[in-house]
């Protein structure tokens, strides 16, 4: 028996004149994220990729399923048996094939797509003959048309037949790698993560940064974002990740600048450090976990004091979101165990008691301004590391 999976396009289906192009990446990322498992054969009609075992590794099992449930742009994903095109070889191959799918429901119907029109019957004609034969083989089960537990698809195509039962969710969204490039600060927490995985789903290609503090903060606590970024990248494909030192800048401005700002010229620090590495990479725009009131370096008088030392837009995916449905996002793109880990982050080691809430603009400026900070910028970037993350599952 012979397997093969069917990628159901979400958004990409409703492209015009450039949908061919939003296919090409579609294509190139799954073919990056299938490769190590074999050799496919990919073919694409209908808003479907169909993809193809070619040799004895190439396995269509659960692996691969779960590659392609966190490629972007896919809608939907199935499994289905290949066969022989005829009602005999549905009967033969396919239904039995579906047993442990069908057993496990009580209603069902069967769809028909004939690609090849030289097929004897009609669809609506191979719907009710596959649907007959499926109530022979399994007479638990009823026939509803409205909501069945199943749907079982036959798709009749120019050299055999195709037959699934069945559909699981893909990861939705746009394929990395059509919507420009953004970097992501990354911290070590629940949020950042989560804004990365985001913007990559609107076919942002991702970039990160992480500003860490020895040894006010650990090597295992870097090590931990990097682990992040792994998770990341198994749905944004291979990250490009920075570790820019800021020690010393955190150092000057806690000698320097009065405490309850601390934090947001902290942030404005970092956020000018971004940005310049955004400027000699040609990198769009800037993205961080912030969710609006979330603690007082969150609010919006301290995002206005962020945001006008950047040159780029800085975009914040979960600006709208609760706490608690950013932690369900992070549970499902399976980053949330690794972000509750117990490492200090640079931010929380400098914490002032009394955070302004609504920092004014000219008093941050003028804090900031007791001490030059541009050596140490420039210094900080040129120490800057850089390495390629990439998915280790
Ligand atoms: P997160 O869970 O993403 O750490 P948070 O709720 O802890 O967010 P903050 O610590 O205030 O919030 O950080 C706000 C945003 O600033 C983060 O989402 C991230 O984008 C950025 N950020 C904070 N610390 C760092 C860091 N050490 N390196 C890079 N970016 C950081
Ligand atoms: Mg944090």
Known sequence: ????????????????????????????????????????????????????????????????VEKLKKVFGIAKISRSIECEKSLEGIKNT????????????????????????????????????????ILDAYPHLRVDVHN?????????????????????????????????RAMLLLSGGIDSPVAGYMIAKRGVVLDAVHFESPPY????????????????????????????????????????CPEELFTIIMRRLMMEIADKICESERIQCLVTGESIGQVASQTMHAMVCTDVVANRPVFRPLIGMDKSEIIAVSRKID????????????????????????????????????????????????????EFIEAKR
Do not use: W
């Not at 400098?350 to 000219?362: E, R, V």
């Open 1 to 64: 028996m012979k397997e093969i999976i069917l990628c159901k396009y979400g958004e990409i289906a409703l492209k015009g004149l450039n949908k061919r192009t939003f296919e090409d990446v579609l294509i190139k990322n799954i073919k990056r994220r299938l490769n190590p498992m074999g050799k496919f054969h990919y073919t694409r009609s209908q808003s479907t990729v169909y993809i193809e075992p070619l040799d004895e590794n190439a396995d269509i099992d659960d692996k691969a």
């Open 94 to 133: 396919a239904v039995p094939a579906l047993e442990d799918t069908l057993l496990g429901a009580k209603t069902f119907k069967v769809e028909t797509k004939r690609a090849d029109k030289t097929f004897p019957l009609k669809s609506p004609e191979i719907s009710n003959e596959a649907g007959g034969m």
């Open 148 to 180: 069945p537990d199943v749907t079982v698809l036959v798709e009749i195509r120019e050299q055999n037949a195709y037959v699934s039962a069945g559909k699981e969710d893909g990861a939705g969204g746009i394929p990395v790698g059509t919507s420009g």
């Open 217 to 256: 903060t650990s090597e295992r606590a870097k090590q931990k974002v990097i682990k992040l970024a792994e998770r990341m990248a198994e749905y944004t494909g291979r990250i490009k990740f920075r570790c820019v030192p800021f020690t010393k800048i955190q150092e000057e401005i806690k000698n320097n």
């Open 335 to 386: 980053t949330f165990d690794i972000s509750i880990e117990p490492y200090e982050d640079c931010c929380t080691v400098f914490t002032p008691k009394h955070p302004k809430t609504k920092p004014d603009i000219k008093a941050v400026e003028a804090g900031q301004d007791m001490f030059d900070f541009a050596p140490l910028v420039d210094e900080a970037i040129e120490n800057t590391t850089c």
